[in-house]
């Protein structure tokens, strides 16, 4: 995948990720203390959808612009479409993907964080730039991995980390990732982490769920949307969010926005998902499943009695 994600803005990996990260920071505010919002790959924080880099792959049109205002879902991706289709510079129709890192700043209150970090200097620069002039919002040219030592734990003691790079070595960065969070864990215990991970083959992702599951995280939550069968290295086959430190609800309050997107952002097959608890606090951790909820769920087929 190509580190800048201008090629990717607004696809339907952007549209599940940023989906749980709503539902994550809404989850932040149900508390009037201030919270931290840590970003290890920020990125440039804002896609013109218009741009020679969204042109070229046109992944958007298989995201974000399937979700047409007049389309009925749950109040979650409404509200989430809303904040997209109501941003600034889509006054006149989507022309504009925001990131992460401008989602969030949009929701951040009095006393809020956010600190951002990016290591490539085109990117961080148009970082700066975006939010020149904003003092809630802190942005790090240096590598998001190594800065979590120096951010964590944030002075708020409250707040969310967000691990999303680009994988440009998919299994190089799973293993970059595991021990980051392990040493996030030791110095913030408390901290909700959510790493979004894409997915080629099913058999590259299971290490790296089982790896987290066995974490010192109280409880680990799995989300993921395929758009085809994760059996090919070839193409992006689905994603996934998995969130250390999950508010204990979160997975009620994904269930149906999941269950919409499904349908939603089906392409040449009906689109699966997969919504589960990896570690339970106080539980033994399940085995990660391979199957979707989806099929999961599907009541049992029952014995054709022959005559």
């Not at 879902?73 to 289709?85: D, M, T």
């Not at 109280?218 to 993921?224: A, H």
């Not at 994603?239 to 994904?254: F, K, R």
Request: one cysteine or more.
């Amino acid at each position: 995948m190509n580190y800048r994600h201008a090629y990717h803005a607004g696809n339907f990996a952007d549209v599940l990720k940023h989906t749980v990260l709503l539902a994550l920071i809404e989850a932040l505010q149900t508390k009037p203390t201030p919270f931290c919002y840590v970003d290890t790959h920020a990125g440039s924080g804002n896609y013109p959808l218009d741009g020679f880099e969204a042109k070229k792959t046109g992944e958007h049109k298989d995201g974000i612009s399937r979700l047409h205002p007049a389309e009925k879902v749950p109040a979650l991706l409404q509200r989430w479409r809303a904040s997209i289709l109501g941003g600034e510079g889509n006054e006149q129709g989507l022309k504009h993907y925001p990131g992460s890192p401008l989602q969030v700043a949009r929701l951040l209150r009095p006393g809020d964080s956010a600190q951002l970090c990016e290591l490539h200097t085109e990117e961080a620069s148009k970082l700066r730039d975006l939010f020149r002039g904003n003092p809630q919002v802190h942005v790090h040219q240096r590598d998001g991995y190594e800065a979590l030592k120096a951010l964590l734990p944030p002075k708020e003691k409250r707040g969310l980390v967000l691990i999303d790079p680009p994988y440009e070595a998919q299994e190089a960065e799973f293993k970059l990732i595991e021990k980051a969070l392990k040493e996030a864990l030791q110095r913030w215990p408390s901290g909700v982490y959510a790493v979004w991970y894409p997915i080629k083959l099913r058999s590259q992702v299971q290490p790296f769920l089982r790896g987290l599951q066995r974490s010192d995280a109280k409880r680990v939550l799995r989300v993921e949307l395929l758009v085809h069968p994760d059996d090919s290295p070839l193409r992006l086959n689905g994603s996934g969010m998995v969130i250390l430190n999950a508010p204990w609800n979160l997975d009620d309050v994904l269930r149906e926005p999941l269950r919409a997107l499904a349908s939603l952002l089906s392409q040449d097959r009906p689109a699966e998902w997969k919504l589960d608890w990896l570690r339970q606090e106080g539980a033994e951790p399940a085995a990660p499943s391979p199957l979707p909820a989806s099929r999961l769920l599907r009541p049992a087929t029952p014995p054709v009695r022959r005559r």
